[in-house]
């Protein structure tokens, strides 16, 4: 979805170096999430955020971090990258308007984030 | 605890032939059903939900989506495949009485149409 910005789309990076990864989106939605994707384990949530006062932990944030700038950047950070952190990053928002939180995520294109 | 499941890794049929893709949930209220499409080197993109309701979906490009309460079910389907509906095809399922918004993915589907 264009609306969902993701930068960079590609990084190789060393065992040991700060990697930001950062998004952005222009549909005004409040909540916004991290996954990452692993061939054959599907998705799975890092960190997720209904505001920007608000910062959740998923189910694998151990050794990353996020930040909310503002209601429409978001970013992840690998304060010191590991190679299991070699994987596809996405970014996501999804709008729980009028009250009920069940529409859909919009996700980012992505970011493939290799490790060496 | 929410789970969901996808039986096969890959999906192959013949252009033209119904196609199936099997999704099972598991949650601890009612669910949400969600069926998302990836194709190569882009993000995911929503085709159908299943909120409340009629039990068959319809959604994007011709698919559609049969939930079946007692059997925990929501299986994709289409009646005539295309070659461009190959794709990696993702079920994902959300609590209704959650406050916390998340979904839970399984693991994906490999949807491979041959001409």
């Known amino acids: 979805d264009a609306d969902v910005t993701q930068t960079p789309r590609n990084r190789i990076t060393k065992t040991g170096k700060r990697i930001m990864l950062e998004c952005s989106q222009t549909?005004?939605?409040?909540?916004m999430y991290w996954y990452r994707q692993d061939p054959g384990l599907g998705l799975r949530l890092i960190y997720y955020?209904?505001?920007?006062?608000?910062?959740n932990k998923g189910e694998i944030s151990d050794g990353y971090s996020v930040s909310r700038q503002a209601q429409a950047k978001f970013s992840l950070s690998l304060e010191s990258a590991i190679p299991n952190q070699t994987a596809l990053y996405f970014c996501a928002t999804s709008d729980p308007s009028g009250g009920l939180s069940y529409n859909e995520q919009f996700f980012g294109p992505g970011t493939r984030l290799t490790v060496l | 605890a929410q789970s969901v499941a996808q039986p096969e890794d890959q999906v192959n049929v013949a252009e033209g032939n119904p196609l199936t893709v099997k999704c099972t949930y598991s949650?601890?209220?009612?669910?949400?059903l969600f069926w998302y499409v990836q194709y190569p080197n882009r993000g995911l993109q929503f085709l159908l939900k299943y909120i409340t309701g009629d039990n068959l979906v319809k959604g994007s490009y011709g698919f559609e989506a049969e939930f079946n309460k007692s059997q925990t079910s929501f299986h994709l389907k289409k009646p005539s495949a295309l070659v461009s509906d190959s794709a990696l095809y993702f079920c994902a399922v959300r609590d209704r009485g959650s406050t916390l918004g998340r979904l839970y993915f399984g693991r994906g589907t490999q949807l491979t149409v041959w001409p």
């Open positions: 955020s209904f505001d920007v006062k608000d910062i």
């Open positions: 549909k005004g939605h409040d909540r």
């Open positions: 949650v601890s209220g009612n669910p949400y």
